[in-house]
């Protein structure tokens, strides 16, 4: 999985190109406006996936270096020329034609264009949706041979850059089904927002195990500006609730991840308590969570086993919750998050469906993270999660 930054971009994205001569979205950067002699000008287009410019001729002819993604050239009367990276297309002068970026890739080249007294460019009718569906379906980009929404396409891309994923390549058909489902169904369901929304997957994926999948997408999370602090104070967060010896492999990862990236470990300090203070403050932010509840638990405990509510309030809570970098509201949703992931805490489910109403997290917001879990985590247990809702917040 690529979670390094974009190395392709060489030259800036330029301003988005006309309407009247693009269909879908494509920028132009100006590299020379024309030499001294008035005779060519260079420029960067970059087009995302779908779009495409009308059909056109040049009076002196235009040379294409692409130089990212792909994407096609068609003359009029002629099969489409499939074009990817390092492939130079040189125009004739006067010939009609059309180019632009594949359905499911976005699409980079220069542009040298001569000019002459009657321009560079004529600009013709629009290339319709049926002549450039006709182009893609007669062609496979041996990488991007599946067929995903422009939805999906744009929420991947949003979080995972120019990525080129292998299981397109081995599994196209699970791809262009898991895909089209979590990047594009399951997403018009989120109210929680691209950040929160991969903050619960990093969490569940610690509390699933899944350790490979955590690495995408504590990048993904990155990308999508989930700070370092932030994530890493989820890992942190997964300590008391799913215990050392499942987090232990996540915390390499995470530092693993965080430092390709070159930040500096250790981040900044979070901790507000001492030996002196965690226990009253732990206490303090319990009781603001969960209530008299707290109290209760503390008084009706069996003598033999007060000393668990007592690590509960100090430890659990007094360490590692009353810790700065993730607001209570957060890390409440955290918690649920993993605990949903867990599949075997249901009681601890429905405690903290309740803390998080206590904090500001109504039925919707857990419904949403249920929703946004499932790709991840499955039916079974998202149902389980349902089910706890549904008891402790029945619909209205
Ligand atoms: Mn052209």
């Not at 792909?70 to 990817?84: C, D, H, I, S, V």
């Not at 009657?118 to 496979?140: F, I, K, M, R």
């Not at 932030?230 to 008391?240: C, D, N």
Request: hydrophobic letters at 40%; glycine letters at 6%.
């Amino acid at each position: 999985m690529n979670t390094m930054p974009n190395t392709n971009v060489i030259f800036p994205k330029g301003e988005k190109a006309s309407a009247d001569y693009f269909t879908g979205t494509a920028r132009v950067h100006i590299l020379v406006q024309q030499d001294e002699t008035g005779n060519y000008a260079v420029g960067n287009v970059v087009f995302e996936p779908g779009c495409r410019n009308n059909w056109h001729t040049h009076p002196a002819g235009q040379i294409l270096l692409v130089t990212d993604g792909n994407g096609f050239y068609q003359e009029k009367g002629k099969p489409a020329r499939m074009l990817t990276k390092g492939d130079v297309v040189v125009i004739p002068s006067s010939v009609e034609h059309w180019h632009g970026a594949a359905h499911d890739s976005s699409f980079t080249h220069i542009v040298i264009t001569n000019n002459t007294s009657q321009g560079a460019v004529t600009w013709l009718a629009p290339v319709s949706d049926a002549e450039y569906n006709s182009v893609q379906s007669a062609h496979h980009f041996e990488e991007d041979s599946v067929s995903l929404t422009e939805t999906a396409i744009r929420n991947h891309e949003e979080i995972f850059p120019n990525h080129k994923s292998t299981l397109k390549k081995t599994d196209p058909e699970l791809i262009k089904v898991f895909d089209n489902f979590a990047f594009d169904e399951v997403i018009r369901y989120d109210t929680l927002g691209t950040k929160t929304r991969l903050m619960a997957i990093v969490a569940s994926t610690i509390a699933s195990q899944a350790l490979t999948e955590f690495k995408v997408m504590a990048g993904a999370a990155l990308n999508a500006g989930v700070t370092p602090v932030e994530l890493k104070e989820i890992v942190y967060q997964a300590v008391p609730y799913i215990g050392i010896a499942k987090v232990f492999d996540f915390l390499h990862a995470v530092n693993d991840v965080l430092q390709s990236r070159g930040i500096q470990l250790p981040l900044e300090k979070q901790s507000l308590t001492n030996a002196d203070t965690r226990y009253e403050q732990g206490l303090k932010l319990q009781k603001e969570i969960f209530g008299d509840m707290i109290e209760k638990l503390h008084s009706e405990s069996p003598e033999d086993l007060l000393h668990i509510q007592k690590f509960l309030s100090s430890n659990c809570f007094g360490d590692y919750l009353t810790r700065t970098g993730l607001d209570i509201q957060k890390r409440e949703l955290l918690t649920f998050a993993m605990l949903i992931s867990l599949g075997s805490a249901e009681s601890q489910v429905k405690a903290h469906i309740r803390g998080n109403v206590n904090v500001g997290n109504d039925r919707a917001v857990l419904v949403s993270v249920i929703t946004q879990l499932l790709p991840y985590i499955g039916y079974p247990l998202s149902l389980n999660a349902l089910q706890c809702i549904n008891e402790i917040l029945p619909h209205e």
